[in-house]
């Protein structure tokens, strides 16, 4: 079974450029997450997609950052204009549930430096 | 709101010695605790995790947590280190209610030596 992907693996950018990153989950996991940890502090939760809709943005820090998961499938996340604060280690995960019995799965993580 | 704390940065100890690897929590209510390690280059691995019942959790790579509910903590723990655990690890929690995202601490490098 193939796990968690995500695309690219790292990204440089000039501050005010957009910048996507792209998520494919477990295969019929319904539960996807975006995590963000800037460096050396914690892992922060972003947002929880269940299918295409959004269960919870709360973590979303501001409106330069758009998630997407048309299709219940993989998932985007686009930053745009991106600032020198964005720069941080982008974290997705998925679960085939909510429960605390259902891990969550971590990708590899987007390493996103903003210059 | 929920947070976990990891008090050290690094934790280094010698090959073949027990390691500790120290979270508190704070959370409301009964809380789910987890441990993640995330090696060079790799996505967070999945460790061990307690939800309810015997206090004492094993995991994979024969690390344990010892959930401890009047220190509100869960400390990692192996009896013997190896080489090959240097990480980075990291505690999370999630409460009863509410949703099913994961606090995490800011994480503790382990550092084994030879």
């Known amino acids: 079974e193939a796990g968690v992907t995500q695309f690219p693996s790292h990204s440089v950018i000039e501050k005010g450029q957009t910048v996507t990153l792209r998520c494919d989950p477990i295969?019929?996991?319904?539960?996807l997450y975006w995590y963000r940890r800037v460096m050396g502090k914690e892992i922060k939760f972003l947002l929880h997609f269940v299918k295409e809709s959004k269960q919870d943005e709360s973590g979303m820090p501001n409106n330069r950052f758009l998630a997407e998961r048309t299709g219940g499938t993989y998932s985007t996340l686009k930053v745009q204009p991106a600032e020198l604060e964005d720069s941080g280690v982008y974290f997705c995960?998925?679960?085939?549930?909510?429960?605390?019995?259902?891990?969550?799965?971590f990708g590899p993580g987007t390493r996103l430096t903003v210059l | 709101a929920q947070s976990v704390a990891q008090p050290e940065d690094q934790v280094n100890v010698a090959e073949g010695n027990p390691l500790t690897v120290k979270c508190t929590y704070s959370?409301?209510?009964?809380?789910?605790l987890f441990w993640y390690v995330q090696y060079p280059n790799r996505g967070l691995q999945f460790l061990l995790k307690y939800i309810t019942g015997d206090n004492l959790v094993k995991g994979s790579y024969g690390f344990e947590a010892e959930f401890n509910k009047s220190q509100t903590s869960f400390h990692l723990k192996k009896p013997s280190a190896l080489v090959s655990d240097s990480a980075l690890y990291f505690c999370?929690?999630?409460?009863?209610?509410?949703?099913?995202?994961?606090?995490f601490g800011k994480g503790t490098m382990l550092l084994v030596s030879p």
């Open positions: 995960a998925s679960s085939s549930g909510t429960s605390p019995s259902y891990e969550q799965f």
């Open positions: 295969s019929g996991h319904d539960n």
């Open positions: 999370a929690v999630r409460g009863v209610t509410g949703y099913s995202t994961l606090t």
């Open positions: 959370v409301s209510g009964n809380p789910y």
